[in-house]
């Protein structure tokens, strides 16, 4: 049995990089799903401290200040300060960041689709409730 766990664990490891692949060479932003991410971060809960944002995504503070030093390089955030304390200096996403995210989104779909398109719809509930309970017994789902 742990022999056809490790060889699943290998395999999910092989598609998730395979896709990450993918995704980059399709995608027309000069940032990666790090930056993807902490601009999601951004517009679900809008201004933020790095701080808060690395803790939250498992970043330490040297990478997040790579990300965000990258992502008001390219103009899809910038820093701001606090109105109540000047001391706090919040990201926050700027309307090309939003842009950005959209088509990373269109981008990731299209992907997914053709990745996906050749399972059935019965192969992808199975996949789906195995993942749903995984992400369950992480306190994910």
């Known amino acids: 049995m742990n022999d056809n766990i490790f060889k699943l664990i290998r395999a999910v ?4 990089n395979e896709t990450i ?3 980059n060479g399709s995608y027309n932003h000069n940032i990666g799903i790090s930056s993807i991410l902490v ?3 951004l517009r679900q809960k809008g201004p933020s401290k790095s701080s808060a944002i690395a803790k939250e995504l498992s970043y330490t503070p040297g990478a997040m200040t790579n990300i965000a030093n990258k992502l008001i390089n390219e103009g899809y ?10 001391r706090k200096v919040l ?12 088509d990373a989104q ?3 779909q ?5 990745l996906f398109h050749i399972l059935t719809g019965e192969e992808i509930r199975q996949f789906q409730t195995i993942y749903e309970k995984l992400l ?3 306190g994910k789902g």
Not at 13 to 16: D, Y
Not at 78 to 85: L, M, P
């Open 110 to 114: 299209e992907l997914y689709k053709d």
């Open 13 to 16: 490891e092989i598609f998730n």
């Open 39 to 41: 601009l999601l971060e």
């Open 136 to 138: 369950r017994h992480l």
């Open 91 to 102: 990201l926050v996403i700027t309307n090309q960041g939003h842009q950005a995210l959209a």
């Open 21 to 23: 692949v993918r995704f």
């Open 77 to 86: 955030a910038v820093r701001k300060y606090d109105e109540q304390d000047r």
């Open 106 to 108: 269109k981008t990731g």
